[in-house]
């Protein structure tokens, strides 16, 4: 299994960095993006499982950065108590919402995909998602939960079902993830998710439909970094299929020159990890040293960054 901290790869004595290779989203920040939930660096399923950061499609709304929770910082208004409302929902065993988000709001768009609910209903769901964010990266599980809540209240919004599919893929709910991702997929049309929906099939043992999946015509309307997290997952599902020549040549791209970009260092080593299971150890190394050696460098960047501020 691979390491499942979440962090960026670091140069082992081995030259060798630990870190795992599966979806996540190009902002450095360990925050979902606003509202949408999208998985961070971590919670992949195995090493070579289940990678990447789901880039957004081309013709999808500008990415939200994950330094904002669902929204934060957004005040538009709720749909009013007389919206009509699916149901009345009545949660048994709803999570508490955590007071660190009680007083945040879902950014406006956002808000505005929860006003066919009612006011009361609306609120609340925000809230989960919120919360969903909020413990995503240090407790999984009860992200989850919350996201299990808001999608039980609002499950007819695409954006609150994306939330759902992302926490429950965090917390290893791989079923669930792809229920959740598909089922925002089909309402909103955004194929960003894709990249983890693949992911998630390798999660529950199929990796032959992950393969699948990078034939389907999304992946052509996914920007830069989703066609490098689909070519990591695809890579993960062949090396799971025991095609470890055909994970090398997933991964052998124009890409791996690329030195600045969010995913340089988890492509390198994507790509070093294939080619030492290929027997490549030579070569393999070599790219271990480089996908190292990014990381070092963005790290240095980052801590000038904060001296300067």
Request: net charge positive.
């Amino acid at each position: 299994m691979v390491n499942d901290s979440g962090r960026t790869p670091r140069q082992s004595g081995s030259g060798k960095p630990d870190r795992p290779d599966k979806p996540r989203r190009s902002s450095s920040s360990s925050r979902p993006s606003s509202g949408s939930g999208r998985p961070s660096s971590s919670n992949r399923p195995s090493s070579s499982r289940p990678p990447s950061g789901s880039g957004r499609s081309s013709n999808s709304s500008s990415d939200r950065t994950r330094s904002e929770r669902p929204g934060r910082g957004g005040s538009a208004q709720f749909g009013k108590d007389e919206q009509r409302d699916d149901r009345r929902i009545e949660l048994k065993n709803e999570p508490a919402i955590p007071e660190e988000v009680l007083n945040e709001t879902v950014d406006p768009d956002l808000a505005r995909e929860l006003s066919s609910l009612s006011k009361e209903n609306a609120e609340r769901a925000a809230q989960h998602l919120l919360a969903a964010a909020f413990y995503v990266d240090t407790d999984p599980r009860r992200a989850h939960l919350h996201g299990v809540a808001a999608s039980a209240r609002a499950g007819r919004v695409g954006r609150v079902r994306e939330v759902a599919g992302y926490a429950a893929y965090h917390a290893r709910e791989f079923e669930i993830a792809i229920r959740e991702l598909r089922a925002a997929n089909r309402i909103s049309g955004d194929g960003s998710m894709w990249p983890v929906l693949a992911d998630s099939e390798r999660g529950i043992g199929r990796p032959e439909k992950a393969v699948e999946m990078a034939k389907d015509p999304q992946v052509k309307l996914l920007d830069t970094d989703g066609q490098i997290e689909m070519k990591i997952v695809v890579a993960g599902a062949r090396r799971d299929l025991k095609q470890v020549e055909a994970a090398v040549a997933t991964l052998k791209c124009a890409e791996l020159e690329n030195e600045t970009a969010s995913w340089a260092a988890r492509l390198r080593y994507a790509y070093a990890d294939a080619l030492e299971a290929s027997g490549d150890h030579k070569n393999a190394q070599k790219w271990f040293v480089k996908s190292a050696e990014i990381d070092i460098n963005q790290e240095t960047d980052a801590n000038e960054r904060i001296k300067s501020n």
